[in-house]
């Protein structure tokens, strides 16, 4: 489930577009059709496809909000509005709500994480989710609260920590999506070539000291195998390919060769 | 460092903004002044103030790049503008670039989780660590990544997987501040309020089940003891306060004085 591009055209129509069932994105009173828009984008990015719009201040669905979505036209297609928050929940089983910690409310609050491997949970234990995000400047109101189970809030810098609705949809969507992503988290990556053998790193080695032999740079006696030591560990450090071995044969008997000649030159 | 709002007004004056080094963002040929004001604000959300700009294409600093930012002005004054990437990097010891997996070439790729740890190590150690990001549409171009010492790619959506500039910003930023954070992934927020003894609880049963005895609901003694554990584990799982007991015990008497007055109606 490994996705480049992090910028360039949305779609790309060659890989599968995720369609697994995921948490259910509500949005509360959203005030510009374009941030429904590019929260559909952030969703589609993290394979959500299931929207929900209570009470949007402009015309919804909206030809801004598709041109927002940057090519994401299949979640705001499949979207369903309603009238409050109670209609919108109704048929969910867990109910998730994005805000601030609050001042005057007893209440379970989890990170962007812990939902996310909640949420994984719940849904294949065959319940349905759903996460509830307020307007753009005031965040959800105090009555909408207690229609959750769980808060979320996101650790981030106490200065400064708004976030706008698209990149608070992005943010849960993400750990969402990374929740059950299996990409190593570091790999060379090879495409089509192999790894060189040892034998064919040692037979680098082994020309490269001659030459370094021949040419007069490890001429002291003493120190000769601690540098032979040195220069192998910069190489094996590289992980060369089969074809980095050659070119690098290459470029020591051209540099050899170039030595030779400069040498007669100067004779 | 737990940070709430995730919408409202940008700057909380009263709370600190955080200011421990971090990656160098570096954006490389941004199109549009407003992306690096919303680039910038997705810095500061996750702490980090240190932008370089190379060949914007608006000039910049710019009025509609301070606009974007939401109030993330700090980050637009301090930031530096180049005219090549190898002159963005020079003072840096180690560079990551975010793009897509890369076709023809060998080289290391990191989840941005797998990243933000590294860099973590990398900065404590007294390293300087830098972050490419590519022009919206074109990405990073293909010599500029022989130039990162890492690839960045972030697991997403195969089909849809392009985010806009501030997102992937978002998304480096928001590992890199997890990556340090201590919030519990998990907490019951109590505000002033402290949790029920166990005696003030234990009270509470006895007192709500005397009146279930009383009202009759309690009348079947097979099943009472099951039924008395069933109860109990409703308020049990609710993890009650001092004062929401206080509150369950109002309710208990109402309704029963209630049923009693009832019953004197009914007679």
Same mark, same amino acid.
């Given at each position: 489930?490994?996705?480049?591009?992090?910028?360039?055209?949305?779609?790309?129509?060659?890989?599968?577009?995720?369609?697994?069932?995921?948490?259910?994105?509500?949005?509360?009173?959203?005030?510009?059709?374009?941030?429904?828009?590019?929260?559909? @984008?952030?969703?589609?990015?993290?394979?959500?496809?299931?929207?929900?719009?209570?009470?949007?201040?402009?015309?919804?669905?909206?030809?801004?909000?598709?041109?927002?979505?940057?090519?994401?036209?299949?979640?705001?297609?499949?979207?369903?509005?309603?009238?409050?928050?109670?209609?919108?929940?109704?048929?969910?089983?867990?109910?998730?709500?994005?805000?601030?910690?609050?001042?005057?409310?007893? %209440?379970?609050?989890?990170?962007?994480?812990?939902?996310?491997?909640?949420?994984?949970?719940?849904?294949?234990?065959?319940?349905?989710?759903?996460?509830?995000?307020?307007?753009?400047?005031?965040?959800?109101?105090?009555?909408?609260?207690?229609?959750?189970?769980?808060?979320?809030?996101?650790?981030?810098?106490?200065?400064?920590?708004?976030?706008?609705?698209?990149?608070?949809?992005?943010?849960?969507?993400?750990?969402?999506?990374?929740?059950?992503?299996?990409?190593?988290?570091?790999?060379?990556?090879?495409?089509?070539?192999?790894?060189?053998?040892?034998?064919?790193?040692?037979?680098?080695?082994?020309?490269?000291?001659?030459?370094?032999?021949?040419?007069?740079?490890?001429?002291?006696?003493?120190?000769?195998?601690?540098?032979?030591?040195?220069? @192998?560990?910069?190489?094996?450090?590289?992980?060369?390919?089969?074809?980095?071995?050659?070119?690098?044969?290459?470029?020591? %008997?051209?540099?050899?060769?170039?030595?030779?000649?400069?040498?007669?030159?100067?004779?």
């Amino acid at each position: 489930m490994y996705a480049p591009p992090m910028s360039g055209s949305g779609t790309d129509s060659t890989r599968p577009l995720a369609t697994e069932p995921g948490p259910v994105i509500i949005l509360v009173e959203p005030q510009l059709a374009e941030n429904i828009g590019t929260a559909a @984008r952030a969703m589609l990015n993290c394979a959500l496809t299931e929207l929900r719009v209570v009470r949007p201040r402009d015309l919804f669905p909206n030809p801004r909000a598709y041109s927002a979505s940057s090519g994401a036209d299949i979640v705001i297609d499949r979207a369903r509005q309603f009238r409050t928050v109670p209609e919108a929940i109704a048929d969910l089983h867990r109910v998730y709500a994005t805000t601030a910690r609050p001042r005057h409310m007893i %209440k379970p609050l989890v990170t962007p994480r812990q939902a996310a491997a909640e949420m994984r949970a719940q849904i294949a234990a065959g319940e349905r989710v759903g996460v509830l995000f307020g307007p753009e400047r005031a965040g959800l109101e105090n009555d909408d609260l207690p229609l959750a189970d769980t808060l979320i809030g996101v650790p981030l810098n106490p200065g400064f920590s708004s976030l706008n609705l698209a990149q608070a949809v992005l943010i849960i969507g993400y750990e969402w999506y990374q929740a059950a992503d299996t990409t190593p988290p570091r790999e060379l990556v090879m495409n089509d070539t192999r790894p060189a053998t040892k034998e064919e790193l040692l037979n680098f080695f082994a020309h490269l000291e001659r030459e370094c032999d021949e040419s007069g740079f490890l001429r002291n006696a003493e120190k000769r195998p601690s540098m032979v030591r040195n220069i @192998r560990n910069i190489f094996q450090r590289a992980a060369l390919t089969h074809q980095e071995i050659q070119t690098l044969h290459g470029i020591v %008997k051209d540099l050899a060769n170039k030595r030779v000649h400069g040498k007669h030159r100067r004779d």
